[in-house]
């Protein structure tokens, strides 16, 4: 969908500018953590993955919604859980560069 110049800056759902997110107080998989300082967050409220997340988790009996990411460290991408609007935004660094 975007170019490959691209990835990783803006969200190939949406198209908004990802924000820079600090991983440091994170841990994914039982402390593996992301091999990355960072991730790049779409934190756009009118994203798909966002709106429809709420669907989403709602059919595996949960509350709340996803978020895409992207890591610039091994090039992966894909979604997180949130419970809310306001998860994971006091960890934003800033907008991807
Ligand atoms: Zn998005």
């Not at 994203?47 to 996803?66: A, D, K």
Request: glycine share 12%.
């Amino acid at each position: 969908m975007s170019s490959t110049a691209e990835r990783g800056r803006a969200c190939p759902h949406c198209g908004q500018t990802l924000a820079l997110y600090s991983t440091s107080p994170f841990t994914y998989s039982d402390g593996l953590g992301w091999g990355s300082q960072t991730l790049h967050v779409c934190f756009n409220d009118e994203c798909p993955i966002f709106v429809n997340g709420w669907l989403t988790m709602e059919r595996y009996g949960r509350v709340g919604s996803q978020r895409y990411w992207y890591n610039p460290v091994d090039k992966e991408d894909g979604v997180l859980p949130v419970a809310n609007h306001q998860s994971m935004r006091g960890d934003i660094l800033g907008q991807v560069a």
